[in-house]
């Protein structure tokens, strides 16, 4: 029978206390969903402690749930909703976007700290004026222009500028990103 070195089982430990320590830091990257519109996904809530919902580059302006899941819900000043619930079984609710995108969500409660919840969709066509406007220049020009506009501060009628997501890239222990 072989016996393991105890120095090799320190150099183990010394190698994988880097990376516990990191998961340990108390930051985590918003959830990132992916939905289309109308879609529904499978999400799990906290219910001890509230869960923030937004949705990049839209702004939530309601929240329906039918069964009464939701114990508090607060729309934020960037446009996102703080969602409650002290529900212990699954329930649905649907959110309603500016742009006109609907998600229904069904939440599964589970005891634990809060959550913030991007729901990221491809954004459904371009509405009236600026589908009109970007189908009268040929691609080329419409490109050009419209990064001369967003450079000099005015966007076609219609547009909105939708922020960038950074997402942590989590790197082994002993490498650097």
Sequence with gaps: MKKINPLFISG????????MSATLSGTLAPTVVPLTNGGQANIAVSNTDPNLFTVPGDRITAINSLDGGLTNQEQTDSGGAILATVSKKPFTFIVETERGLNFSIRAVPRAGSGRTIQLVSELAGTPGPAKAWEES???ESLLVSLNRAVRQ???PDEYQ???????????PAGLRA
């Design 137 to 139: 220049n040929p691609y």
């Design 12 to 19: 183990c430990l010394l190698l994988v206390a880097p990376a």
């Design 161 to 171: 500028s939708v922020p960038v997501t950074s997402e942590v890239l989590q790197v």
């Design 153 to 155: 501060g005015s966007v």
